[in-house]
C-alpha cells in the first residue's frame, strides 16, 4: 500500500526488535539506570538472602542459649561475629531469625492489602453512584478506627501473637491502596478507551479486570514498596510494646527491645537489629523513589 | 425510499447541575443537546461541524448511548434503540462503533496491538480459536495499511497516524455498519491526515459503512461527506446534500463559517469578502433565549429572541432554522 | 448588533523597510536520557522591519524551537548554537538578565493556550500594569490608563471594567485577545506568535487573525506567525518559510510560493490539504509515512524518505540552498 506508514516510531532510536517494549519494561530498563535504586536493590537481595538462609548456614542456633558466652560484645574470635544477647545466644542469629519474621509480615500483609485494596478502589471507582459512596464510606469508618486500640482489642480476642498482628496491620493497609487507586480510577474511567471498550461490547466488570486494574499496577507499586518498610516498622513497634510477636521468635521489634534495655552495657545488642532494620529501610525506600522516577506518568 | 439505518428524532442531553443551594432554588440544566432529528442512510457519510459548546461530542456518545440521552427517540436498523436494555443493548453495539480523536488515549498502552484488535471480538465469543483471531487481527491490520508483523507491539511505539489505523482496525473488527468519527484527523499532522481521510473513504466504498463525522474542520467534511449538518449550542441549525451546503449556505451562521475559513491561497484569501461575528460563543450553560445564534447574528430581530425558528424544508432535503433566510 | 465587516489586507510595499532580525545557522539541541536529540539543523533567515513572515512545518519540524530559542525560553536541557543578531545585536546566548530588558520591550511572544501563559492568580489590570511599570518605567495609574486602552485596541468590550476580572472569567477568544494586548503594550519591534489560533473555534480564529493583521499593520510591528495552518499563513502572512526536519526547506513571498510550490515537501503538503472550495472529491494526494518524531542529525535531506523524486545523493548529501533573492529552496531535484 503506498500510504503505509512504513516506519514505527522508536525502531530507528534502539534497533530494530521484533516484540514490543511495554512501558513496563521500559519503566524498568530506565530503573536499572539509577544507581541509587540498584543499590538499595542488592542491599535488599542480600538481606533476604541472608534471613533466608542464614540460619542454616550459621553455626549457631538462634534459640540455643550458651551460658558460656553471656553478652559477648562482637568479636570475629570465638565465632559470634556480632555478639550475644543476654541469654547467651547469637544475635547474628537471632537477627537473621527476626528478619524473617519481620520482611515476612512485612511482604504478606502488603501482598493481602494490595490484593483488596486494588480490587475495593477499582470497582468503587469504576461503578461510581451509590455503590461508590456506600464503598467509600465505609472506607472512612475503618480509617476513623484508633490503630492501637483495634490491635489491643484484637489481641485481646485472639490472643498475643503474629496472627493479631498480622489481622490488625492487614485490615487497615488496604484502606489507602483502594483510595489510591479508585482515584486512578475516576480519571481513567473517562479515557477513551475506556469508552471504546464499552462502545465494543465489553461487560464492565471485564472492563475492570482488563483495562482499569492493570493501569493502575504502577503506581499502587511505588505505594506498595513504601508500605512493606511501614508494615516492619508497625510490626516492629508493636512487638515493642509487647503486643506482637513472642518470645522465643524473634522479630526486629522485639530485638530492638530488648536492645534498649541493655543499651547501657551491651549496645551492640541495640545497634545490630537497628542495623539490619535501617539498612532494609533505606533499601526500600530508594527502590520506591527508583520505581516511581521509572513509572513517572510523564515519561515519554 | 428504504428505510434509513439510522434515525434520530429531538434527541436530548441535559446535564444536571449541582443545585445552588440546599433549599429549593430551580435545578439547573447544562442541555448539550436539546432537540436534535436526522437520519442516515446505509453507505453514507453525514458530515457534523459546529464550534465549542454545539454538542457535537456529546452527540456521537448519545447516538451510541455511551451517554444516556435524556430525550428523544433513537431508531436503529427500524428498531427502537432507545429502549433497548442490558444484554440486548450490548449484542448490538456490534453494529455500532467509535473512533476517537486522541489517537494515543484510545489504546490502552497496557496492551498489545493484537490485544487491542481482537478484544471486541472476545467480547462476543464466537469459538474461534486463538489462531483465527489472529488471523482475523493480521487481516485487518493490512486492511488499514498497517504491517501485521507488528501486531505484538505496543501503541507508544507507533506514531499518531498508526495510532488511528489501529482504532480503526479496532472499531471494523467485528463488522459494524456504522462507525461514528469524533474529530478523527484533528489530532494529526497534516500530512497524516490526507492519509487516514483516504483510507476512511477508501473502506466506506469497499464495506458499505456509514459514517457519522464530526469535525470542526470545514474543508475536510466538504471532502468526505454526502450531507452535512450545523450544530450550535445543542440545536441543529442546517442540514443540506454537501455540495448545496457548500454553495449556496442558507443559515447566517453556516455562511459565516464558510467565510471564517481561511484557504491556502493568498490572492483568494485577499478578495474573499468577510463575514465576522462580533463577541464570543455564549457558554452551554446559560443559552440564550429563542435561537441560540441571535447574540451573533447579523441578521437578529425581535422574533428570534422570543421564539427558536422551526427546521423548514427549502428543497431537496436543505432544511434550516431561521427566522430570516435569505433565498 | 453585529455588523459585517468588509476587509482586504494593505497591500505589501506600504510596510517600513530594513533588516531586524537576523539568524545565522541556528541549531538546537536536547540533552535526553536516549541521548542528544538535534529539533533545529541549521536555520538561516533574516526579518524585514514590518513583514509577517508564516514559518510552517508539522511535528518535529522544530519550528516552536526556533521561537523559544530567539527569546530565551529554551528548557534547561536544550542548547542554541549559531547567531540571532537583533538589530545588529547579538542576543543568542545572552544572559537573562540581559534578555529580561529585551523580552516584553523589544520582542514578545504570545502562545497557543492563553490559560497557562497567564497568571490564573493575579487581576489582568496586575498583569498588564507590571509589564508597563517594569519596562517603560511608568506610574501606576498612567499604566492602568495605558492597559485600558490597549484592551479597547483588541475589542475587549467594557475594558475599563473587565480589566479588573481574573483571567478564567474571559472566554478562550478573549484570552487570547488579552495575551496579544499584553505582549503589545510596550510596543515591541517583533512579535512572536506560536499556534495563536490553533485551540480557537474557526470563527472566533478569523476575528483574532483580523486583529492580528490590523494591530501589525497600525503598530508597524514584524510579526514571526509559527503554524501547522496553510490557511493561516495564507491569510496573515507575507512571506513563508516552510520548516521539515529542523531545517528550511523553501521561503518565499506567500503569493508566490503559494502559487508556485517548488519543493517537493510543500508540493506534497499543499496537494494533500482539502480545500474548503475544492470541485472534485476523489483520493486526496499523500505524503507516505510520517513525519519524524524528533528531527534528527541526518547527513542528507530530511524528507528524503518520504520524496517522491527522491535520488540517492539525497540521503547522503546535504542540498545546498538555492536562492534567487525571493526565494529560497534546499533540494537538489528542483531548481528555482
Not at chain 1, 547467651?88 to 494490595?114: C, H, K, P, Y
Not at chain 2, 478523527?184 to 490526507?194: K, R
Not at chain 3, 497600525?218 to 520548516?243: E, K, M, P
Request: hydrophobic residues 45%; glycine residues 8%.
Amino acid at each position: 500500500m503506498s500510504d503505509a506508514a512504513f516506519e514505527l516510531i522508536h525502531e530507528s532510536d534502539h534497533g530494530a526488535t521484533v516484540a514490543g517494549r511495554s512501558k513496563l519494561k521500559d519503566g524498568f530498563g530506565r530503573m536499572r539506570r539509577n544507581k541509587m535504586a540498584m543499590v538499595g536493590l542488592v542491599v535488599l537481595a542480600l538481606i533476604v538472602l541472608a534471613c533466608a538462609f542464614g540460619p542454616f548456614v550459621l553455626p549457631f542456633d538462634p534459640n540455643q542459649s550458651d551460658f558460656d558466652s553471656i553478652s559477648i560484645p562482637p568479636a570475629f574470635a570465638g565465632g559470634h561475629i556480632f555478639g550475644t544477647d543476654d541469654l547467651g545466644r547469637d544475635l547474628f542469629a537471632r537477627v537473621l531469625e527476626g528478619g524473617r519474621t519481620s520482611l515476612l509480615i512485612g511482604v504478606l500483609a502488603t501482598i493481602v492489602a494490595i490484593v483488596i485494596g486494588i480490587s475495593y478502589g477499582a470497582v468503587a471507582g469504576f461503578f461510581g453512584g451509590a455503590v461508590d459512596t456506600v464503598m467509600m464510606r465505609i472506607v472512612d469508618v475503618l480509617y476513623s478506627l484508633p490503630f492501637l486500640f483495634f490491635v489491643i482489642m484484637l489481641t485481646m480476642v485472639l490472643g498475643r501473637g503474629i496472627e493479631s498482628i498480622l489481622i490488625a496491620i492487614g485490615a487497615l493497609l488496604w484502606l489507602t491502596i483502594a483510595v489510591i487507586v479508585r482515584g486512578q480510577t475516576l480519571s481513567l474511567k473517562h479515557k477513551e478507551f475506556i469508552e471504546a471498550a464499552r462502545a465494543g461490547g465489553m461487560k464492565p466488570f471485564t472492563i475492570v479486570r482488563q483495562h482499569i486494574i492493570p493501569n493502575t499496577i504502577g503506581p499502587v507499586i511505588v505505594y506498595a514498596s513504601l508500605l512493606v518498610p511501614e508494615v516492619i516498622l508497625g510490626e516492629s513497634f508493636l512487638s515493642y510494646l509487647g503486643l506482637g510477636v513472642q518470645e522465643p521468635q524473634s522479630s526486629w521489634g522485639t530485638l530492638i527491645d530488648g536492645g534498649a534495655q541493655a543499651m547501657d552495657t551491651a549496645p551492640w545488642q541495640l545497634i545490630v537489629p537497628g542495623l539490619f532494620l535501617a539498612a532494609t529501610l533505606f533499601s526500600l525506600n530508594f527502590i520506591a523513589d527508583g520505581l516511581r522516577d521509572a513509572f513517572d506518568p510523564k515519561d515519554r | 425510499m428504504s428505510e434509513p439505518l439510522l434515525k434520530i428524532e429531538d434527541l436530548k442531553v441535559h446535564f444536571p447541575m449541582k443545585r445552588r443551594s440546599l433549599f429549593g432554588g430551580e435545578r439547573r440544566w447544562v442541555k448539550a443537546l436539546d432537540g436534535v432529528s436526522f437520519e442516515l442512510a446505509a453507505g453514507e457519510t453525514l458530515g457534523i461541524v459546529g464550534e465549542s459548546g454545539c454538542g457535537k461530542s456529546t452527540l456521537c456518545r448519545a447516538v451510541l448511548r455511551l451517554v444516556e440521552p435524556t430525550g428523544g427517540r433513537t431508531v436503529w436498523l427500524g428498531k427502537d434503540f432507545s429502549e433497548l436494555d442490558g444484554e440486548d443493548l450490548r449484542l448490538e453495539r456490534r453494529n455500532m462503533q467509535i473512533i476517537f480523536q486522541d489517537p494515543l488515549a484510545s489504546l490502552d498502552p497496557r496492551m498489545t496491538v493484537r490485544q487491542i484488535i481482537e478484544r471486541p471480538l472476545l467480547n462476543f465469543p464466537n469459538r474461534e480459536s486463538a489462531e483465527e483471531r489472529r488471523r482475523q487481527v493480521g487481516e485487518l491490520m493490512e486492511l488499514v495499511g498497517l504491517n501485521k508483523a507488528w501486531m505484538d507491539r505496543y501503541p507508544h511505539e507507533f506514531s499518531g497516524g498508526q495510532c488511528q489505523r489501529i482504532g480503526i482496525a479496532r472499531a471494523l473488527i467485528l463488522k459494524p455498519k456504522l462507525l461514528v468519527c469524533d474529530e478523527p484527523v484533528s489530532a494529526l499532522d497534516v500530512s497524516v491526515q490526507a492519509q487516514i481521510i483516504n483510507l476512511l473513504m477508501r473502506l466506506q466504498k469497499q464495506l458499505g459503512l456509514s459514517y457519522l463525522f464530526i469535525s470542526h474542520n470545514l474543508s475536510v467534511v466538504r471532502h468526505i461527506s454526502h450531507r452535512v449538518m450545523v450544530l450550535y449550542l445543542g440545536k441543529v441549525m442546517e442540514i443540506a446534500e454537501r455540495d448545496d451546503f457548500y454553495r449556496r449556505p442558507l443559515h447566517p451562521y453556516s455562511q459565516a463559517l464558510i467565510s471564517a475559513v481561511p484557504l491556502p491561497d493568498p490572492k483568494l484569501e485577499r478578495l474573499k469578502p468577510r463575514m465576522r461575528l462580533q463577541g464570543d460563543l455564549p457558554s452551554p450553560l446559560n443559552p440564550p433565549s429563542g435561537c441560540p445564534f441571535r447574540t451573533r447574528c447579523p441578521r437578529a430581530t425581535d422574533i428570534c429572541a422570543a421564539e427558536m425558528p422551526a427546521l423548514r424544508d427549502y428543497g431537496s432535503g436543505h432544511v434550516a432554522a431561521c427566522h430570516h433566510i435569505e433565498m | 448588533m453585529a455588523t459585517t465587516k468588509i476587509a482586504e489586507r494593505p497591500a505589501a510595499g506600504i510596510r517600513p523597510s530594513g533588516t531586524i532580525l537576523e539568524v545565522n545557522d541556528l541549531k538546537v539541541e536536547f540533552r535526553t536520557d536516549s541521548g542528544k536529540v538535534a529539533a533545529v539543523n541549521g536555520v538561516s533567515f533574516a526579518l524585514n522591519a514590518g513583514e509577517v513572515v508564516g514559518i510552517v512545518g508539522e511535528s518535529g519540524s522544530g519550528k516552536s524551537q526556533i521561537l523559544m530559542t530567539i527569546m530565551g525560553l529554551l528548557a534547561k536541557n536544550g542548547s542554541g548554537s549559531g547567531s540571532v543578531k537583533l538589530r545588529g545585536q547579538e542576543i543568542l546566548g545572552m544572559k537573562d538578565d540581559e534578555l529580561d530588558k529585551l523580552r516584553g520591550a523589544s520582542m514578545s511572544m504570545i502562545f497557543q493556550d492563553p490559560m497557562t501563559s497567564l497568571n490564573p492568580f493575579l487581576r489582568v489590570s496586575t498583569q498588564l500594569t507590571e509589564v508597563l511599570v517594569k519596562h517603560r518605567g511608568m506610574g501606576q495609574a498612567e499604566a492602568m490608563k495605558r492597559a485600558i486602552e490597549m484592551l479597547d485596541a483588541v475589542s475587549i468590550p467594557d475594558a475599563a471594567k473587565r480589566i479588573r476580572l481574573y483571567p478564567h472569567e474571559f472566554s478562550g477568544g478573549m484570552r487570547q485577545r488579552v495575551m496579544i494586548s499584553m505582549a503589545l503594550l510596550c510596543q515591541p519591534s517583533i512579535l512572536f506568535a506560536d499556534e495563536p489560533t490553533t485551540a480557537l473555534d474557526v470563527t472566533v480564529q478569523a476575528q483574532i487573525l483580523d486583529l492580528m493583521k490590523d494591530l501589525s499593520a497600525d503598530l508597524g510591528t514584524t510579526v514571526v506567525l509559527v503554524t501547522h495552518d496553510l490557511g493561516v499563513v495564507a491569510s496573515l502572512c507575507d512571506r513563508v518559510i516552510v520548516l521539515y526536519g529542523g531545517r528550511i526547506m523553501e521561503s518565499g513571498p506567500a503569493e508566490d510560493l503559494f502559487a508556485n510550490p517548488k519543493h517537493p515537501y510543500t508540493r506534497g503538503l499543499l496537494a494533500s490539504t482539502p480545500r474548503l472550495d475544492e470541485q472534485t472529491h476523489g483520493e486526496l494526494h499523500t505524503i507516505p509515512g510520517q513525519p519524524p518524531a524528533v528531527a534528527k542529525e541526518a547527513l542528507g535531506c530530511p524528507f528524503e524518505p518520504r520524496c517522491e523524486f527522491r535520488e540517492p545523493r539525497c540521503k547522503t548529501v546535504r542540498p545546498v540552498i538555492q536562492d534567487d533573492g525571493s526565494r529560497t529552496v534546499a533540494c537538489h531535484v528542483v531548481s528555482l
